[in-house]
Structure formats: structure tokens, C-alpha cells
């Protein structure tokens, strides 16, 4: 009889999505775990006390056996299932009870849920225990109500098959270990996702915030010890800030750093315990590039703004994952800013997620910043890094402008007071800010949350009126939906209003508003507004003739949007060829980096091994000759932190136009440093060792590089000899190198994406790396497919495709697969990606290589 029921539960379950947090609230945890490696087996008991709203509940669960619930200390009838990811109870009454599952779970090598990481000291094959329960893993340690919303308190206590010299860490400190089982102290009202622990050998470095936090960074012993050091200086200071920049004290008694051997998302929040991918957790303080270093700064300073914004507020659904992860986006650059003000960390913003946002969110299908959502797989599918990061970021940097910091982070209190080891919406964060400011924040907002895609603005001179007016940006075919935004201008004219409401304006009399302001008439200056300016020729003629006068950012962001409106075709690449002249000895890196980003762009012109391939490497020789003479190859005491980061884009620019005297400095580099390459400088060490691959390359070099990377713990050599090895044109080595894909000895699965791009980028290999994914696309499921990382496979295709040819292939492969959850949206884009550039370069190559040819000469 209670079966019926409960299938009949089950299906209303389905229908209506209910959130199993309706039928049972928790109050708190006592998890018991014995997990054994040896068997990778997890026994264990969750006992739950909370209220029930119905006689029959659900408690999360996958991939567990069930063998007992009682409630209140009764056998209660129960069904479970991992379709559901449910145990249904028939409880027969509502109100206070304790729920006692006993369970067993696998410990699985997803990477999900309770996992080991594997690695190597000496030759001698170990592993760590870890977690990783976002978004919906939780269930797979543990029988618990696994929604953001059901916080509740925990008390963890573990036991695992433990020898000698193991250490294990939580969220808490530990209160006491008893017969080998170690106890944590209650965690403060939490989310489930947020649980996290680890066990095994470890080394760490501890330290003490001004306001008596413990910050530790944790490793395997694999690692040098100075490792270490970097991060826990960063973690150290991006706590005391956010402490003052939010106002609110860091409430825990520790916040833990652990670098993980195996890691699917680059790091993760969860609250007291933050997990990493040792390459964004750990620096070798004598060899590492400036950028990289700034990477892990952010990556930290990321992850500790959530221990505030996600841990202590948390989204009630993950529909507003957004304010998780735009805002903790946001917060990294603001932290690291403000830490450590000369390393332009807004800089990393403008060339990177920036373009990102504004790249990905054109393409029609785009899915808005908030989405609903509700299945599991979907979830996951939400954490698109260019919408949900730097779109969503740049919203958020939009209001920081608006409205400015002293606002902001009054607002910031108020919402942490209100909802503080609660939950809460976008909506609440509007009102907050709203209130602190004084504008209606929400109303603005919503416009670009809840809306996909943004505004190109035209302006204009008709009849010697200036005028501008808005209508949606697209890469490619879009369908036009009448979308408005309420953009804010940021012009240098004073006669423009704050927001540009409507879909038009008009300014008035263009030339007596000239001779006012004596600049040329800009908008979005500053570059914090998510939109893209198309200007007529009298206003860009005016632009460019005063280039010069424009800062930085500004010459950047001409660039990023000549580059963008050529792609939506509303200018002819060959038009933008020309003026790259004007900006190739920028001194600063953010426009050098621009202007190697259009010139790569024009790269999809370009047959490989044609002639028109010639011209364009005499063209990326002539603009950065000048550069790469005053850079050198040489570190110089003098650089600053711009030269730092020119040289490598440069010197790659004249490795791409094979400049002789380029190759042969390379080579001389490689040679110098043959007996230790890692201690190649770690800025062009990727360029050396690719270089040497391409040109000078054989067998041997080969397998040297091979065997260097699989004893390598260093993560960032690693990638560089990643980089290298998946540039080699021998068929032979190609074929080598396809074989490691699968050898998790080699390429573990979390960094097999950068070996797949590698190799498909590479136009030697592009064949055989296509075929393998289509061969193996149910061993990549198999491996990887739980991974937030999965779809991004598809994009990484989309981003290399320029044929016919592979465009029919691509639908021919990924349209039956269009159903697939998770996937729907991405195969969709991805189409359309790909169509776009076949059509523009069909188009427009001929014109293209001729502006190339003419620039030249
Ligand atoms: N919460 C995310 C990690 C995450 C994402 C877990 C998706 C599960 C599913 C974390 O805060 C994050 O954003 N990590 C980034 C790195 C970050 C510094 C940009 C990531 O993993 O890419
Ligand atoms: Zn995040």
C-alpha cells in the first residue's frame, strides 16, 4: 500500500519540483562516517532533527544503500531511489523528529562527494581524501535535505582506515578524537553544499588575522614548502579586508586553505575549509609569472569573498546562483585592489572577463544572468564562467560606479545584518543597495539581469545633431526582440544624462557641444557599463586622431569594440586591420594584449601554410618589432609590472611571425637552461619550450618533455610543457600524445581539457584530436561528465572550427545529442558559433588578407 504512495509522492515530486526543504525543515546534524580506501566503502548514520511540513518527507540521497530510518527512534517505512535522488519516509505525523539513516555509499573517483585526489612522492603513489559537494554532492556523503536553503547546524564526526603522520581538517576545529573517531565542533547554521573535509598526510603554514582568525594553507608533502607561502599572505590580508570593507567579523574560528591533487572546478568556498586545484592555490615564490600570481590572488581573495557572500547569505535557489558567484567575481578584483593596489588587478578584469562577457553574451540563446532552474544537471550547466561570472560581475561593477563604494558597502552591512545565516534573493541585495543609495538599483538591474544579451549604442551625427540610440548587439543571426536596457552612459560631456532610458536621444547641436568640451564625444568611459559603442566616421575619425590622449583602458576598449562590431558585422575587418599600426607600442599591457587579441582574431582569415599566411606573419613581425627590442627576452631590474606583461605577448607575436632572430634567442634560451628547464623564466618558459618543440624537435625532445611532466608537481610547468608538447606537427607524436589522453598516469582527467584544446588548436592535430572526442565521447562522459567542466569541451570545439566541413560535422555528431541535459544550450550556441565565423570568413577573407597584404608593405 505505502509504495503506491509513495510513487504517487514521487511523481508530484517531479511535476511540481518540489523542494524537499517544503516537507522537511532540519535543525541539525550528527554525520558519522567510517570511510575506508582500502574497500572505498563509506558506512555511515545521518541523524537529522528538524520539522516535518508533511507525513511523508524526502531526504536527499544518490548512489546509497539504505538500510534503516527510524524516526524518533522507530523503523518507519522509507523507499529510495537515485532518479529522484530521494529516500521518501512515511513519517505518519508532522513536527519535531529525529530521523536516524543508516547508509553505505562508494567512494567514487568523480570527483564528487567524498573522493580521492592521487599523487606521487618519490615514485611512491599515495592519496588524499577530499570533498566537493556543490552544488548537489552533498547527498552522495551523506542522507541530507541538500538545498541551499535547508541550513542547519552539524556536527561531523569521522573515522577513516588511518595510519601514522594523517591529518584531517573540516570545516571546525576538532574537539576530540575517541576511538579513532575525530570529532568537530557544530558548525554554525550552514548550507549542506558548504560541508567540506580532507584527510591524509599534509604539510601546512599557519598564520593569525589582526582579528585572531587562524589562516592555514594546506598541501600534500609532494610540494616545497615555499610554496605555500603566497597564499597565506593573500588569504591573511583578503579576510582583514573584507572584515572592514563589509563591516561584519569572519565568524568562524579558522579559515583553511587546502590545495587538492585532483579537482574539477578551480576552487571552492566551502565555509572554514576551501579546496583548491594546486595550480590555483600554490606558487613557487622564485619562478612564477606575474599573471599567474595574480590568478591565485584572485582565485583566494574569490573565495573568501563568499565566505561572507554564499556562506553566510546564501541564494535561497540556485535560480540566484548569480549573487554567489558576480558577486564573489567582483570582489576578487576589489580585494586584490585594494591589497595590493600596483598590480592592476582591474587590468586582468578589462582584458579578460570583459571580453569574455561581451563575446559570449552577443550570440543569441545567451542565457540571461538569473535563470530559472530546477534539475539537477541543469544546475550545474548554470555556471557558464562568461555569463554567470564576468557578465554578472560587470553588472555588479556597473552599480559599484553608479552608485560608489561608501554606498555599496553600506548597503553590504544592512544585507549581512538582515540575512546573515539565512538565505536571500537578488531582490533583497537591490533593496539593500537601493536603500544605502538612493536610486532605484533594482529597477536599473533587472534590465540586464533578467534580459540575455546587452545594447550596441549608436551615436551619431544627423544634420549636425548628435543623437544615440539603443538596439541588441549581435555575433551572428539574432532574432530582434525589441529588448531595452537602462544603460548607464558614462559620458565626458555633461549635456548626457546618467542613463540612456529610452531607445533614443537626442543631444543637441554636435558642433557647439565639440567646442564646449574641446575632446572628443565619448561614452562608457571608464569602460564599467556592459555595452559596446558604435560610432560614426566624423566621431571615430575624431577618436583616432586623438588616440593618444586616451588613457589605457579607453585605447583598449576601442579596440575590444571595433574588434566585436566587426564580428557583428556592422564594420568590415578589413577596415580595423589598418589601425592596429596605431597602437602597437603601447607601453601598457592592457593595450598590447588588446591589440594581439584583434590580430589573433584575423588569424581565422588565414589558410594555414598559404601565402596570405606569409603576409600576416610579416604583419604580427612588423608590429611588434619595436616591442620585442625593448623588451628583450631578459627579465630587466627595471621592468615594471607592464613590461612584465607585454614581453610574453610580444615575444609570442614575433615567435608567430617566425622571426629568425626570435627563434634562434629562443633556442638559445632552451639551450642554456637544457639541464634544468623549469627553471626556464617562468614568463616566456612556455613560449621556449614550444618554440623548441616547432622548430627544433624530435623524438627525444619529445619524451624528455613527456617524462618532465609526469614527475613535475608544479602545475604551472606542467601547463607549459602541456602547451609545448601539444604543439609538436609530427604525426607520430600526435598520435603519442592522443594515447595519454586516457592514461590518467599522464593527464589526469582535470587537466585533459587544456591537452584536447592543445592539440585541436593545432592545425597538425586538429584531425586527430576531432576524432578522438567523437570516438571517445562515451569515455569522457564516463570520466568527466559530472563535471562543471563538461560542456566547455563543446565550446573549446566551437572556438577552433572555421569549415564547412567541420561545421557539418559538428552538427552531425552534437545535433542528436541536443536533448541531453545540461547540454542543450551549448550545443545550440555552439552551432551558431561556429556558422558565424564560416560565414564570415567566406565573406570577408579575401578583403581581409588584402588589408593584411597592404599593411605590410
Ligand atoms: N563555487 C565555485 C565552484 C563551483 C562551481 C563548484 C560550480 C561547483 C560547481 C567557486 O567559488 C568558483 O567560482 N570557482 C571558480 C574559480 C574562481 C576563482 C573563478 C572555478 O572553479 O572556476
Ligand atoms: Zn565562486
Not at 195 to 214: D, P, R
Not at 646 to 651: E, F, G, H, K, N
Not at 764 to 792: C, H, P, S, Y
Not at 811 to 818: L, S
Amino acid at each position: 500500500m505505502y509504495n503506491e504512495d509513495i510513487l504517487i509522492i514521487q511523481e508530484a515530486i517531479m511535476a511540481k519540483s518540489t523542494h524537499f526543504y517544503e516537507l522537511f525543515q532540519p535543525k541539525h546534524y550528527n554525520v558519522y562516517l567510517d570511510i575506508n580506501r582500502a574497500t572505498k566503502q563509506i558506512a555511515g548514520t545521518s541523524t537529522i532533527t528538524g520539522d516535518a511540513k508533511a507525513t511523508n518527507i524526502a531526504i536527499h540521497q544518490k548512489y546509497m544503500t539504505i538500510s534503516a530510518v527510524k524516526a524518533d527512534g522507530q523503523a518507519v517505512p522509507f523507499t529510495f531511489d537515485d532518479q529522484t535522488e530521494g529516500i521518501h519516509i512515511d513519517l505518519g505525523k508532522t513536527g519535531d523528529t529525529t530521523l536516524t539513516i543508516d547508509f553505505t555509499a562508494p567512494l567514487t573517483d568523480s570527483m564528487m562527494g567524498i573522493y580521492p585526489s592521487y599523487y606521487e612522492i618519490n615514485g611512491e603513489k599515495k592519496q588524499i581524501i577530499g570533498t566537493q559537494f556543490e552544488t548537489t554532492a552533498a547527498r552522495q556523503a551523506f542522507p541530507c535535505v541538500d538545498e541551499p536553503e535547508a541550513k542547519a547546524t552539524f556536527d561531523l564526526a569521522i573515522k577513516f582506515d588511518e595510519h601514522e603522520g594523517e591529518t584531517i581538517i573540516s570545516n571546525m576545529p576538532e574537539v576530540k578524537t575517541e576511538n579513532g573517531v575525530h570529532y568537530f565542533d557544530t558548525t554554525v547554521r550552514m548550507s549542506s553544499y558548504l560541508i567540506a573535509f580532507a584527510f591524509g598526510e599534509m604539510q601546512s603554514k599557519l598564520t593569525t588575522t589582526k582579528s585572531g582568525v587562524q589562516v592555514g594553507v594546506f598541501a600534500t608533502k609532494a610540494h616545497q614548502a615555499k610554496e605555500l607561502d603566497f597564499a597565506l599572505d593573500i588569504a591573511k590580508r583578503s579576510i582583514e579586508f573584507y572584515e572592514d570593507f563589509y563591516q561584519t567579523p569572519y565568524p568562524l574560528p579558522h579559515s583553511w586553505q587546502m590545495a587538492l591533487p585532483d579537482f574539477s572546478a578551480g576552487a571552492m568556498e566551502n565555509w572554514g575549509l576551501v579546496t583548491y586545484r594546486e595550480a590555483y592555490l600554490l606558487i613557487d615564490p622564485d619562478n612564477t609569472a606575474f599573471d599567474l600570481k595574480l590568478r591565485v590572488a584572485t582565485v583566494v581573495a574569490h573565495e573568501l569573498a563568499h565566505q561572507w557572500f554564499g556562506d553566510l547569505v546564501t541564494m535561497k535557489w540556485w535560480d540566484d546562483l548569480w549573487l554567489n558567484e558576480s558577486f564573489a567575481n567582483m570582489m576578487e578584483y576589489v580585494a586584490i585592489d585594494a591589497i595590493e593596489p600596483t598590480w592592476g588587478a582591474w587590468d586582468a578584469f578589462q582584458s579578460g572577463d570583459v571580453p569574455m562577457a561581451l563575446q559570449r553574451d552577443a550570440t543569441d540563446g545567451v542565457q540571461s544572468v538569473h535563470v530559472q532552474v530546477e534539475d539537477p544537471a541543469e544546475i550545474d550547466a548554470l555556471f557558464d564562467s562568461a555569463i554567470v561570472y564576468a557578465k554578472g560581475a560587470r553588472m555588479l561593477v556597473m552599480v559599484r560606479a553608479l552608485i560608489g563604494d561608501d554606498a555599496l558597502r553600506a548597503g553590504l552591512k544592512a544585507y549581512f545584518t538582515a540575512h546573515k545565516y539565512g538565505n536571500a534573493k537578488g531582490a533583497d541585495l537591490w533593496s539593500a543597495l537601493g536603500d544605502a543609495s538612493g536610486l532605484d538599483v533594482g529597477a536599473i538591474m533587472n534590465s540586464w539581469l533578467e534580459q540575455p544579451g546587452y545594447p550596441v549604442v549608436t551615436a551619431k551625427v544627423v544634420d549636425g545633431k548628435l543623437t544615440i540610440a539603443q538596439q541588441q548587439f549581435f555575433v551572428g543571426e539574432g532574432q530582434d526582440a525589441g529588448r531595452q536596457w537602462q544603460i548607464p552612459l558614462n559620458s565626458n560631456y555633461d549635456a548626457v544624462p546618467t542613463l540612456l532610458k529610452d531607445q533614443s536621444l537626442d543631444l543637441g547641436d554636435y558642433q557647439a557641444l565639440r567646442q564646449a568640451s574641446g575632446e572628443p564625444f565619448r561614452l562608457n568611459v571608464g569602460n564599467n557599463s556592459h555595452f559596446i559603442v558604435q560610432y560614426d566616421d566624423t566621431l571615430l575619425q575624431d577618436i583616432l586622431a586623438n588616440v593618444n590622449t586616451l588613457d589605457e583602458i579607453s585605447q583598449l576598449q576601442l579596440l575590444q569594440d571595433l574588434r566585436l562590431l566587426a564580428e557583428g558585422r556592422r564594420i568590415f575587418y578589413a577596415a580595423v586591420v589598418p589601425l592596429l599600426k596605431q597602437f602597437a607600442d603601447s607601453k601598457y599591457t592592457v593595450v598590447t594584449s588588446a591589440l594581439y587579441t584583434v590580430a589573433g582574431n584575423l588569424r581565422k582569415f588565414v589558410t594555414p601554410d598559404s601565402a596570405d599566411e606569409k603576409q600576416i606573419k610579416a604583419y604580427y613581425d612588423q608590429l611588434s618589432a619595436k616591442q620585442v627590442a625593448r623588451l628583450g627576452w631578459t627579465p630587466r631590474a627595471t621592468d615594471d609590472i607592464d613590461d612584465e606583461l607585454s614581453r610574453p605577448t610580444v615575444l609570442s607575436a614575433a615567435l608567430f611571425a617566425h622571426n629568425a632572430d626570435a627563434v634562434a634567442a629562443a633556442h638559445e634560451q632552451f639551450t642554456t637552461h637544457q639541464d634544468n628547464l623549469a627553471g626556464l623564466p617562468a614568463a616566456t618558459r612556455p613560449l621556449i619550450l614550444a618554440n623548441e618543440v616547432k622548430n627544433f624537435g624530435s623524438a627525444a625532445l619529445f619524451d624528455t618533455l613527456l617524462a618532465a611532466y609526469r614527475q613535475s608537481t608544479d602545475a604551472s610547468y606542467k601547463a607549459d610543457l602541456s602547451a609545448a608538447l601539444t604543439s609538436t606537427t609530427d604525426a607520430a607524436l600526435i598520435a603519442k600524445l592522443i594515447v595519454a589522453f586516457e592514461d590518467a598516469d599522464t593527464v589526469k582527467p582535470q587537466d585533459l581539457r587544456a591537452w584536447f584544446r592543445g592539440v585541436l588548436a593545432n592545425s597538425k592535430g586538429e584531425q586527430a584530436a576531432w576524432d578522438w572526442i567523437r570516438n571517445d565521447w562515451q569515455w569522457l562522459e564516463d570520466t568527466v561528465g559530472g563535471d562543471m567542466e563538461f560542456t566547455t569541451y563543446i565550446t573549446v570545439i566551437s572556438r577552433v572550427f572555421r569549415t564547412a566541413d567541420r561545421l557539418a560535422e559538428f552538427k552531425a555528431f552534437f545535433e542528436p545529442k541536443i536533448n541531453t541535459p545540461g547540454l542543450t544550450r551549448e550545443i545550440t550556441m555552439d552551432i551558431k558559433v561556429i556558422e558565424t565565423r564560416v560565414n564570415l570568413i567566406k565573406d570577408e577573407q579575401a578583403a581581409v588578407n588584402a588589408a593584411i597584404a597592404e599593411s605590410v608593405k
